[in-house]
Nanobody, 122 residues
Framework: QVQLVESGGGLVQAGGSLRLSCAVS????????TAWFRQAPGKEREFVAA????????RYADSVKGRFTVSRDNANNTVYLQMNTLKPEDTALYYC???????????????WGQGTQVTVAS
């Protein structure tokens, strides 16, 4: 059974930082591309960042470029999202996803975590 478990969310002041982790079990992470998405209340799920199987390429949403960094540790089956200079508009439930395609669309990913809440206070 494949499981993705996010952690590291919480409440932070604007300008602060958080590091999200996504632990993958039941599947070898090195076989999948991975990505982070987020969903704020009343809004659609949106792409945040993606990273290729071997960390050879990354992509970011314009809204987080220069502030967020995605990385992965295949040996430990974990994906990370370092979030700096957080803004209130970053408040959302953050999900990690894994799948066979390097993509920015949610439908391209087969496996999803339950999400971790990030709240940025102004």
């Amino acid at each position: 059974q494949v499981q993705l478990v996010e952690s590291g969310g919480g409440l932070v002041q604007a300008g602060g930082s958080l590091r999200l982790s996504c632990a993958v079990s039941g599947r070898t992470l090195s076989g999948d591309h991975t990505a982070w998405f987020r969903q704020a209340p009343g809004k659609e799920r949106e792409f945040v960042a993606a990273i290729g199987r071997n960390s050879d390429f990354t992509r970011y949403a314009d809204s987080v470029k220069g502030r967020f960094t995605v990385s992965r540790d295949n040996a430990n089956n974990t994906v990370y999202l370092q979030m700096n200079t957080l803004k209130p508009e970053d408040t959302a439930l953050y999900y990690c996803a894994a799948g066979p395609y390097y993509a920015t669309q949610a439908r391209s990913f087969n496996y999803w975590g339950q999400g971790t809440q990030v709240t940025v206070a102004s």
